[in-house]
């Protein structure tokens, strides 16, 4: 407990589970007055579902909540607010078709029997954004207008606009620059001398040790630790969000990749993709490393045909002709594979069996005169689920029910189902628990010595730094550097990543 | 194996037995109120009524499976029919072959339309079928010049033939159902109807390109409307341009009854069959007992709502 300090909210054995998923187990958890506590963790580790309980658009399956002593259980977001709990989301879910004034006093627009009064919406707006330090934003211009960092600094603002005695923040400075990013701090300051208790997530270290009074570390549903943030390093946050170096151990035998595979040249789409060139060789795991929206995932999407492509050419083995891929479909002829990175939205069938999501790219081969081998593609799907070591009722289990590890696992069988020589791997072990993400990475180094391509984004820098021979850094759509097996260190690849940040950042305040 | 094959027989003959109970229950209730509801005219009348719509009930289940919708059945089915019926009356030698192969093109290139627009631009179906539902009913009213036309024989001895006491129109309307079955169950084709109804983006990141499957859907859909118009054309040996008109409700409407989502990957023929069978049963039934045209309407519409409200807790019921 915080001496000393009134306690706001106390959590107790907090439990949350999903189909196939414990999402939350006995999570403790307590929020000082005047307090910033960081909650850190992995994707996937509990801190999105811990919020949404806090703030009201989740319940908790068991466990109690107390509010300054008194019991809390909200009926929803609008309950949670009226007790004085805020969040801010992680993406900005503002309605671009409304004016900022009207978004910040969405749920309590000023008015007189239901008609909306407009000017006392809009000077109470202005005077939000200037307390919020954003008195250039005009409130009566359309959220769609701002860009997407403005529309996290409305957001924030709105929260700080109601009462609110908790305040959730989810990786609020995510896309904020610098200079917002200071500004935000300065409001978590004024916050916290007022007595508001703060919950703030990130995955930024620096940003946590500088903010937060206290740290708790969730990993895979549970709690692991709760320390004051003086007492802590980077480094220990780091291996108590991991847990035991467990993926640091086993970096495997170092490969000697063959010749190349896959040659990328002056790949071009929008602002998100600028002349990115590569090569990738056979049985060799080429990383890309950079920042969210850095524009990794868009540049293997334009490989794959999945985006339009501007401008690039994608030249295949040794071959000095480029090969037209303008579609997944075309992809795949080609012997590539997709592994996307959201595989929920993108990847799987739900509803469907672990067969039926298995066999999806097969079929064609299973199938004589268009009907379907059955006795055949269940062999098959069989033959992959225990190959890729599916946990499962059986394959003819909905996928939706299984865990998220074994759902990725059901993705992969689909990605191997063609026997692929190049296979992209975007975020391929993002929230998933340790044993799945062994598993993943023992598979990927088999497919590797097998003389297979693997393109592999992950935001998880320990990841790449165990499994790849190379790893690519991008930053703001470019391809700043590539690193070899022992060249790189931690900080040479952030700073390649952070590297056009740091140009702009500079240009940004200049110009303001 | 064989284990897990039976068991899955079983457990689609469970997904049936709700409605083939309640298509039962109607079937009794009637017959009990009603003194010559059970008798071989009854069931030949309702043989004779349902063909034309079980051909649109089949081609809606594949619209819906892959989440799109065709409103334009009624209308392309009357526009078929007022090609064939106009042709028809043109006397010139071959003229019924050359009319029934140009109503089914009709049908085919209403569809193909539909199927181009829609995935051309990505734009929902419900839109670009409800233009085609206007357009296909003007052009009825175009090739008829308003007009119903008379037929008469040559047309109407598809309607007349018949096998084992059912008509050849009925018989057709039942090939087509197994056939739509087999397809939906058995095909890489019927697959790749129920993959791109659950999420069309995995479907195409996965390497399979939904955009042929989807145009040759809506394909479908023109055709089965086509082959509708005939059998409809043949039963009355005329050709009305209002022929069709509001099919396409009443299709969707068996096709939800039998279960198929709106929200496409969930759906049967045969069940979609049923329902046609039901809103038969129910209307003739009706009839008989003496119910006026505006209750049938209002009683039919609260058994789509509750076959849907039915539908909807049987599935919760099996989840967590």
């Known amino acids: 407990m915080n001496s000393g300090s009134v306690t706001l909210l106390d959590l107790n054995q907090i439990s949350k589970a999903w189909p196939g998923v414990q999402a939350l187990a006995q999570v403790d958890f307590d929020l000082a007055a005047g307090e910033v506590h960081a909650l850190v963790g992995e994707n996937g580790a509990g801190k999105s579902t811990l919020s949404k309980i806090i703030c009201g658009l989740e319940s908790p399956d068991g466990g109690a909540m107390k509010m300054e002593g008194a019991a809390y259980c909200p009926a929803g977001k609008r309950d949670a607010e009226a007790r004085g709990v805020v969040m801010v989301m992680q993406e900005p879910n503002l309605i671009p078709t409304l004016t900022v004034a009207e978004n910040i006093f969405l749920d309590m627009l000023p008015n007189r029997l239901g008609f909306v009064n407009f000017r006392e919406t809009r000077d109470k707006a202005r005077k939000v954004l200037a307390a919020a330090g954003i008195p250039h934003i005009d409130p009566s211009i359309l959220v769609s207008q701002l860009s997407v960092s403005e529309q996290q600094m409305v957001m924030i603002a709105a929260a700080l606009a109601r009462t609110c005695r908790v305040l959730i923040l989810d990786e609020p400075t995510a896309s904020l620059t610098d200079r917002e990013a200071e500004l935000l701090f300065a409001q978590m300051t004024r916050l916290k001398a007022g007595g508001t208790g703060i919950i703030y997530i990130s995955h930024r270290m620096e940003e946590i040790v500088r903010v937060a009074d206290r740290v708790t570390v969730l990993r895979d549903g549970s709690k692991i630790a709760t320390e004051r943030a003086e007492s802590l390093t980077t480094d220990r946050i780091v291996r108590l969000m991991v847990g035991r170096d467990a993926v640091l151990e086993d970096r495997g035998k170092p490969r000697s990749p063959g010749p190349v595979a896959l040659r990328i040249e002056g790949l071009q789409n929008g602002e998100r993709v600028c002349k990115v060139s590569f090569e990738a060789r056979q049985g060799e795991i080429l990383g890309f490393a950079g920042l969210i929206g850095s524009g990794r995932t868009e540049t293997m999407r334009a490989i794959y045909g999945a985006d339009r492509r501007q401008a690039g050419e994608i030249f295949f083995k040794d071959s000095t002709q480029p090969t037209a891929v303008s579609s997944p479909s075309d992809a795949v002829r080609q012997g590539m594979a997709l592994l996307p990175e959201d595989r929920r939205g993108q990847g799987l069938l739900l509803p469907q069996s672990v067969r039926f999501n298995i066999s999806l790219v097969m079929l064609d081969a299973l199938a004589r005169f268009g009907f379907i081998d059955r006795g055949e593609e269940q062999q098959r799907s069989l033959e992959l689920s225990s190959r890729l070591n599916i946990k499962s009722a059986g394959i003819e289990q909905p996928v939706a029910e299984l865990s998220g590890g074994n759902q990725q696992k059901v993705m992969l069988g689909r990605c191997l189902a063609r026997g692929p020589e190049i296979l992209i791997f975007d975020e391929p072990t993002r929230g998933i628990d340790i044993g799945a993400r062994q598993e993943i990475y023992s598979l990927m180094r088999d497919l590797a010595g097998q003389g297979k391509t693997l393109l592999v984004v992950s935001s998880d820098l320990e990841e790449l730094i165990v499994l790849c021979d190379r790893i690519a850094v991008m930053s703001k759509g470019r391809l700043k550097r590539i690193f070899e097996r022992g060249q790189w260190t931690r900080d040479a690849i952030m700073a390649a990543a952070l590297s056009e940040h740091l140009s702009t950042a500079r240009g940004g305040s200049e110009a303001a | ?320």
């Open chain 2, 1 to 320: 194996m064989s284990i897990k094959r039976s068991s899955g027989f079983l457990k689609t003959a469970i997904d049936y037995l709700g409605m083939i109970v309640a298509l039962g229950a109607l079937i009794l209730f009637f017959s009990l109120r009603a003194e010559n509801f059970l008798t071989r005219e009854t069931f030949q009348n309702i043989a004779n009524q349902i063909p034309s719509i079980t051909m649109a009930a089949v081609g809606m289940t594949f619209v819906l499976m892959i989440g799109g919708i065709d409103l334009s059945v009624g209308s392309v089915l009357g526009l078929a029919g007022a090609v064939l019926g106009t042709l028809c009356l043109l006397h010139f030698p071959f003229a019924l072959p050359v009319a029934l192969a140009a109503a089914l093109a009709v049908g085919l290139g209403c569809g193909l339309f539909n199927g181009l627009i829609t995935v051309r631009w990505n734009m929902p179906s419900f839109i670009v079928t409800l233009g085609m539902m206007e357009i296909a009913r003007g052009a009825a009213y175009i090739v008829t010049d308003s007009r119903t036309q008379y037929i008469g024989a040559p047309v109407g001895r598809i309607a007349d033939a018949s096998l084992a006491g059912l008509s050849l129109p009925f018989m057709i309307a039942l090939a087509a159902v197994i056939a739509g079955q087999v397809v939906l169950s058995r095909t890489v084709f019927g697959r790749h109807l129920v993959a791109i109804g659950t999420n069309e983006e995995a479907v195409r990141l996965s390497g399979i390109d939904p955009r042929p499957i989807k145009r040759l859907v809506f394909m479908l859909s023109g055709l089965m409307a086509a082959i509708g118009a005939i059998l409809h054309t043949a039963r009355l040996q005329s050709a009305d341009p209002n022929a069709g008109y509001g099919l396409e409700l009443q299709a969707i409407a068996a096709t939800v009854i039998g279960g198929t989502s709106l929200m496409g990957g969930r759906g049967s023929v045969i069940g979609a069959f049923l329902g046609v069978l039901i809103i038969a049963v129910l209307g003739t039934g009706l009839a008989q007992i003496g119910a006026q045209e505006p209750s049938k309407r209002v009683i039919t519409g609260l058994v789509i709502v509750a076959a849907v409200l039915i539908d909807y807790y049987r599935r919760r019921s099996g989840k967590p």
